[in-house]
């Protein structure tokens, strides 16, 4: 019976632990904002990276898996959110974004800073230690 009771308690840590990497991979992960829960996600405060991306942007697929990494690297410390312009055109629209990818630093609820284009993630943490 001790046997079974070891295997039992060892399956249950084994599930435990999985759960919580799974729980801190899905809280790492970019934001997916709309036109609809932009301000709000805005006025939360902290600072907020928002990459501005479509679908069909070469660029954009390029610097996806850098805006995932750093919203895993950066959890805490940096919120990190996207936001798809050909769904919801209003939002960078209000920004004059006439080109993408665009990433927008907001600090306190308020637009601080920005880089347009795929640029190499270094560039994207200089711009992001200035404000953390």
Avoid: Y
Avoid at 7 to 17: G, H, N, V
Avoid at 22 to 36: G, I, Y
Avoid at 61 to 71: W, Y
């Amino acid at each position: 019976m001790d046997d079974l009771e070891a295997i039992r308690a060892r399956k249950l840590a084994e599930l435990q632990s999985h759960a919580e990497a799974q729980a801190f991979r899905k809280a790492a992960a970019p934001a997916h904002l709309t036109d609809a829960t932009f301000e709000a996600e805005v006025a939360k405060g902290g600072v907020l990276l928002v990459d501005f991306w479509a679908a069909w942007c070469g660029p954009c697929l390029r610097l996806a898996p850098t805006i995932e990494q750093l919203a895993a690297d950066l959890a805490g410390r940096v919120r990190v959110a996207k936001l798809n312009t050909d769904e919801n055109p209003l939002t960078p629209s209000r920004f004059g974004i006439t080109s993408i990818p665009t990433l927008l630093v907001f600090r306190g609820g308020k637009l601080v800073d920005g880089i347009v284009g795929a640029v190499p993630r270094q560039e994207i943490e200089a711009v992001l230690n200035r404000w953390t």
